[in-house]
């Protein structure tokens, strides 16, 4: 059984239709939905690439392989659990084996595309665990919180908080989490006065670190002559507020996978050092900017130093063909 954190379109707008009709869905442009239909990953990434996301942000080729397979995951899940976050309540279900249907529509958001929407069958989807007490957002812990809900499409949960997710919607002990530094951590730092918890996501506390990293760096290297010239390198944001929203708006893109690897990578200072996440020049020579960023994980960023990004994705490509045979 997988664990999947889900939104259904932009502004999560098919959510009532799935909630009625006990359903997981996702939909395709109709333009593409051809090229999903016959198979042809290719033409579909070349398509969508020509577009751009929500966010105003032309997909990267890697982006555009993953909204392939959306619907793939969507159509051909069965026994799966799925979550969702609808205000201050977290619903969940289980896929069933029965047949996903792909239906016309008009999207009644943004640009109001002509899309296909694949329904898939579920059980009906329950705000309450299986004891009957209500799973309230803001009742869970603040860890939870952190991968309980998600900006982007859909995103698989790792073993770990799969588990724990499937405790908390058995209404089992949660002791086993809640007791761990890490947590412990979360929780302290997450109160604030009288009480009242104020979250800070890791992604947020992450993409602002990023931002403050990418300031300085361009302040430092400005052409100067050190022990060597430095690179001239401007952050061409107005701000680092503005930044750091930039940077908020890769990770969703990229739905929290390194756009090097497509690896998942890590936001909180206590996991994996070389899994955490780090802004990226696409062109080394470049500025920070619009365009020329990407968020990747830090043993990639090290790996590719101020290489050529092409370069790089071509030897990751040997590699991956390598470790496939």
């Not at 969702?84 to 529509?105: C, D, G, V, Y």
């Not at 790792?158 to 947590?183: P, Q």
Request: charged share 25%.
């Amino acid at each position: 059984m997988k664990t999947f954190i889900a939104n259904f379109g932009r502004e999560n707008y098919e959510w009532p239709t799935c909630l009625e009709r006990g359903s997981v869905a996702t939909m395709n442009d109709i333009k593409v939905q051809d090229f999903w239909n016959t198979g042809n990953r290719e033409a579909y990434i070349l398509s969508r690439m020509q577009g751009k996301t929500a966010a105003g942000i032309p997909p990267t080729r890697q982006v555009a392989s993953r909204w392939f397979n959306l619907m793939t995951i969507v159509s051909e899940t069965s026994g799966d659990l799925w979550i969702h976050r609808a205000e201050n309540l977290l619903w969940w279900t289980t896929s069933r084996a029965e047949p996903a249907t792909f239906e016309p529509k008009d999207e009644p958001v943004a640009d109001k595309r002509k899309v296909i929407v694949c329904h898939k069958p579920c059980d009906p989807w329950s705000n309450k665990n299986r004891k009957g007490n209500r799973l309230e957002w803001n009742g869970l812990h603040p860890k939870a919180r952190e991968f309980l809900a998600t900006e982007s499409t859909l995103g698989q949960l790792s073993e770990d908080n799969a588990a724990y997710a499937k405790a908390l919607i058995d209404g089992d002990d949660l002791e086993a989490w809640h007791t761990r530094s890490d947590w412990k951590a979360k929780l302290s730092t997450a109160v604030g006065k009288g009480g009242v918890g104020t979250i800070f996501n890791a992604k947020q506390i992450a993409a602002a670190q990023m931002a403050e990293m990418a300031f300085a760096t361009a302040t430092r290297a400005n052409g100067q002559e050190v022990l060597k010239t430095l690179k001239n390198k401007e952050a061409r944001f107005p701000t680092k507020l503005a930044l750091e929203q930039y940077v908020l708006k890769l990770i969703d893109m990229q739905e929290g996978r390194c756009a090097l690897t497509d690896l998942i990578m890590h936001f909180d200072a206590k996991e994996d050092v070389e899994m955490r996440c780090s802004l990226d020049r696409i062109d080394s020579d470049g500025h920070y900017e619009e365009g020329n960023l990407q968020v990747v994980c830090n043993f990639a960023n090290r790996w590719k130093s101020d290489g050529n990004d092409a370069d790089f994705r071509r030897l990751l490509e040997i590699v991956r063909s390598i470790v496939a045979v």
